[in-house]
């Protein structure tokens, strides 16, 4: 590589990468003032303010032409920028929730806002990717991250279960990812993703070492999708970590994941014949689709119950990407935006909640019995959520499932989009049961711990789930927001390359 033109460069790169180096400077002010002044309360503004502020950039970038910096190893501007936007609004809502929620279980530490600042820029790095290597140091910057803040609460067992399983199964995954990564490179002979395209087309075969690092490459994403079979840490750790950072891990890292996966099969597999790798996608659509659902049906806790529909949204957006289509990319990344506003919402509420002194471990659906009527702004934004997640017309998540579906059938697999209806379908039953017990249960069916707790909400908290529920009700009907993701995929893929 040679960098005699860095400083020629320098202002054009920060500008493109603007938004994470806001991030990696905000993590660092968090963890050094935290040195100074333990568990100063400032430090969540100065995350919160980081995640702003990359906001406003990129949504000023959503327009503009694709480009790369840093020596091509990230992508910035248009697609680029969705993709940050949606990430960074998690984390900003996961920053806004977190604070009274950390308060309430006596845990509110500064570090969990540098953490949550890193594992975001993690995130961003990934989602970005334009080389293997910078998705491997996305992929590990986010997950170690992920991994202390999922055992936060040392002194419960659920914690530290959730955060072990999380950093053994994780550890093992990015092995097959590494792996995978090595063997892609000894097949192309480069690391970068358009480069990877044209040494398809130089050596005009795929050979079985290049087959075998994409197999072991796509079992490292699928494990950070929860792609069934890939998925069997993603119950327990929902469950035992606390609540706003579980909808953390399962929004911004998920479009962090699906994002790269993208750029992969967009920029990295063009040339490479879309069937010989759409029939293993279907496979694992399908199976993620129906045994997500059929297991969520039988759960009766609340986050056990969003972990496995996590698992079958997961599904939802590989049937998007089995097409193999521009149309089919542009529904996947339309639809991360979508999921990220219904689950940040649903875990939301949850955290608002919660009673039972366990981050929600050992709360069960029945526990709530009419707390709807008691209160009354949750119990209609968890309505928005629920409806949303079924893909319930004209809520937000209707829209999105059109997006992901559509593009398959245009590809010929027709019999995937039915099966996903089926199956979005099936998912009614277990989120109008959230709905039943909170407005057609009375309140004496409830724990007798649940009447006698208060379950204050804060101003902030509130703006955050009502924000949440309004976008999800209106963004269906905005169609900039759709015909944006059509413009990052319609051109010509090598046309489009920097």
Known sequence: MDISGAYDSILYDIAGGFSLLVLLLAGIVCIVWDIFENDEPVLPFVAAMACVV????????LDAGSSTVFYDSIRAYGLASYINITILLSALATVILSVPYLKRIKHGYGEVYALIVFATAGAVMMGT??????????????????YILAGLVRRDEGGIESALKYFLLGAFSTGFFLYGIALLYGATGTMYLPEMASGFIERG??????????????????????????????????????????????????AAAFAALVLVLYYGLAPMPVAAWQTALAVVALVTMVLGNLLALVQNNAKRMLAYSSIAHAGYVLVALTAGTSQGYAGAVYYLLIYSLMNIGAFGVMALLEWDDKEGRLQTIDSL??????????????????????????FGGFFGKVAVFAPAIEAGYTWLAIAGVLASALSGYYYLRVLYVFWMRTEEQADPAVRARAFPVSFSSAAVVVTCALVLLVIGFIPYVRDLTQIYFDASVFATMP
């Open 369 to 394: 019995a009419g707390i709807g009527f008691r209160k009354p702004l949750l119990g209609v934004a968890m309505g928005v959520f629920m409806f949303s997640l079924i893909g319930f017309p004209p």
């Open 205 to 254: 075969e795929l050979t079985l070492l290049f087959w075998a690092g994409i197999a072991l490459f796509f079992v490292g994403f699928l494990f950070k999708v929860s792609a069934v079979p890939f998925h069997m840490w993603t119950p327990d750790v929902y469950q035992g970590a606390p609540t706003p950072l579980t909808g953390y891990m399962s929004t911004a890292s998920k």
């Open 129 to 146: 990717a334009n080389s293997l290597v910078t998705v491997f140091v996305g992929l590990e910057t986010m997950s170690i991250s992920l």
């Open 54 to 61: 990359g906001i406003v950039w990129e949504v000023r970038n």
